[in-house]
């Protein structure tokens, strides 16, 4: 791996949920922070969520409440849980880390798709 590896995404129901896994080498994943963004084809990326290495959390606005950001420092893993998924929610879910030293890594994304 030389970036964050996404997985977890799938077609799912409104008001349902699904678990974004973020896999990453441990050069990038240690003492990162870390978080998701998400992009839907012509429009800007969005920032959903993130967790510090302290494990301070942050969410934009239209995701509080229902999706959790969580990371396993063991596994270099992040996670992003989504509950009460909206139509709205669709989109590419990329997960980044930003390292001590500045640089920012970017995963390809996973498809979340919310649709009745």
């Known amino acids: 791996q030389v970036q964050p590896v996404e997985s977890g995404g799938g077609l799912v129901q409104p008001g349902g949920s699904l678990r974004l896994s973020c896999a990453a080498p441990?050069?990038?994943?240690?003492?990162?922070?870390m978080g998701w963004s998400r992009q839907v084809p012509g429009n800007e990326r969005e920032l959903v969520a993130s967790?510090?290495?302290?494990?301070?959390?942050d969410y934009a606005d239209s995701v509080k409440g229902r999706f959790t950001i969580s990371r396993d420092n063991a596994k270099n893993t992040v996670y992003l849980q989504m509950n009460s998924l909206k139509v709205e929610d669709t989109a590419v879910y990329v997960c980044?880390?930003?390292?001590?030293?500045?640089?920012?890594?970017w995963g390809q994304g996973t498809q979340v798709t919310v649709s009745s």
């Open positions: 980044y880390a930003h390292t001590i030293r500045g640089f920012i890594y």
């Open positions: 967790v510090t290495n302290i494990g301070s959390t």
């Open positions: 441990t050069n990038i994943f240690s003492g990162s922070d």
